[in-house]
């Protein structure tokens, strides 16, 4: 029998996603460090993902431009 390594299982979750999306402009740092124009629009996505359990396995922000 092949014994799998904690990061190696698959995670099945039931439950449903939570992911909140918004729309802003960049500011002038976040336009630099993105090296994108001062006011470009940006999305902003935030999601998490829990077992069945209720245990995240999942958290993720990202700026999407």
């Given at each position: ?20 999306r918004r729309w ?5 740092d976040e336009a ?34």
């Amino acid at each position: 029998m092949h014994s799998m390594k904690p990061y190696e299982r698959s995670i099945i979750s039931t439950r449903p996603a939570l992911a909140i999306r918004r729309w802003r402009r960049a500011t002038d740092d976040e336009a630099k460090l993105l090296e994108v124009p001062n006011g470009e629009p940006l999305f902003f996505m935030e999601t998490e993902i829990k077992d069945d359990q209720d245990i995240p396995v999942h958290i993720g922000r990202q700026y999407i431009f």
